[in-house]
């Protein structure tokens, strides 16, 4: 599957398709297509409302880490992410140090590249003395529910006010690897937003609301 732009849904195999339809008869977002794993994550994952801040961390780092390649990239990989940064434990990431990254640099289960294997420690750090919670800071930038559900994958946007004002007040915490548009991918998977489009079985029951 090619790449898909940083920060969007991930794109569906026919372009067109807002919906496909599986064999178990479900209609989901058309970019969940037919593979298991992105099934999977658009079925359990995307869009389900994420309060817990290792798991923020965690997506926050394989946000940053999906940057120019596609998400089903990161999803199969995730295993081998979460062996290299402990599971995503703070304080675990935040005490690694250059052997560690050199280390990972060699890493072939990951994607190896050094910015942003120096990003996931030192955005570990930023959390570890953060004066809140990370679940509070970014849950912060939730928007109100959309009055209506988007009927086609093309109306669900790249970047909102709301991503832009996260990753602004990321940045100035001293995040990197936090974009707008990478801020607006970690708010459809983390449930600020609801993007599941009219017709996908994950949009009954919540027409108006998160999921």
Known sequence: MSAEPTGTVPAAPAASASLSLGEDGLARCGWAGTDP??????????????????????????????AGLSWITILRRRPAFRAAFHDFDVD??????????????????????????????????????????????????????????LRHLGEVPAITPESTAL?????????????????????????????HVSGCHRAAGSPTGYC
């Open 37 to 66: 794993e992105y099934r999977r994550y658009h079925d359990e994952e995307w869009g389900r409302a994420l309060r817990d801040d290792r798991l923020l961390f965690e997506k926050l780092c394989l946000e940053g880490f999906q």
């Open 92 to 149: 675990q990431v935040a005490a690694m140090g250059e052997r560690d990254v050199a280390r990972l640099l060699t890493d072939a289960g990951i994607i190896r590249h050094r910015g942003k294997i120096e990003a996931t420690i030192s955005n570990a750090r930023v959390t570890r003395d953060l004066d809140t919670s990370l679940t509070e800071v970014i849950w912060s930038f939730a928007p109100a529910p959309r009055a209506s559900r």
């Open 167 to 195: 990753s602004r007040e990321l940045r100035a915490r001293g995040y990197t690897f936090v974009g707008p548009t990478t801020m607006y991918a970690l708010m459809q998977s983390a449930g600020l937003v609801d993007d």
